[in-house]
């Protein structure tokens, strides 16, 4: 099958896509309305791209051409924060992706108790394993959906006792949940150990002169 990627409209394009880049990690942001509420939804465009400063980047989509509250509320706030689901939390998580007004609070309506931030006033999801407290670093267009990358910079980690291990998450204790085509998840399945391979280490990068 072949066809070319100009024939097919945005829902087309993103049920195809959506089901080509798997598995994907969730971003389940939580965000604050301009009523103080606690905003909850999940994305699943999401990665890091920096490590000095830690910064990560989530692509942010529209409805009917207007801004999701989240992307609204990160714009005016300039802090959110980037909870990590385990699978204990699948149900909520897939239910905070359901639209409501801008003034209902999803983490006060499915019951999910939250914590105040050490660093931003955006509070973070108690059940959550790992939350990453963010301050906004830039937003960047892309396409002609609207779609924006917003990338923030990690000023705090908050993870669970007993998940780290020299200095790395064990992924395996930590049962993260993926997402997959549609309205589709699932776990790590096996873990496959290879040896390590030796790398650089990294470093930060001198300024260039004027």
């Given at each position: ?8 409209n945005?829902?087309?394009t ?7 880049i ?14 103080g ?5 999940p ?27 989240t992307?609204r ?20 998580l897939?239910?905070?992706a359901q ?8 983490a006060?309506?499915?019951g999910?108790d939250?914590?105040p ?23 960047t267009p892309?396409?002609n959906?609207?779609a ?8 705090m980690f908050h ?9 790395k998450?064990?992924?395996?204790k930590?049962r ?9 998840y699932?776990?790590?399945?096996e873990?496959?150990t290879?040896r390590?391979?030796?790398?650089t280490?990294k470093s ?7």
């Open positions: 099958m072949h066809f070319p990627a100009s024939d097919l945005p829902e087309q993103y049920r195809l896509m959506s089901g080509i798997v598995p994907r990690p969730i971003a389940w942001i939580s965000s604050l309305s301009p009523n509420g606690v905003n909850l939804a994305f699943s465009c999401y990665t890091f791209v920096s490590n000095q400063p830690p910064m990560i980047g989530v692509n942010i989509g529209r409805k009917a051409g207007e801004r999701k509250d992307g509320n990160i714009m005016e706030n300039g802090h959110f924060v980037v909870n990590i689901a385990d699978e204990t939390l699948l149900d909520p897939h239910e905070s639209e409501h007004p801008p003034e209902v609070s999803e006060e309506l499915l999910l939250v914590l931030g050490a660093v931003i006033a955006t509070p973070r999801l108690a059940a959550a394993p790992i939350s990453l407290e963010c301050r906004l670093h830039s937003v892309f396409g959906t609207g924006e990358f917003f990338v923030g910079e990690v000023v993870i669970r006792d007993g998940l780290m291990q020299d200095g998450i064990d992924t395996g930590l993260p949940i993926c997402r997959i085509g549609g309205p589709n699932a776990s790590l399945g873990i496959v290879k390590g391979i030796a790398q280490a930060v990068m001198k300024p260039e002169a004027a």
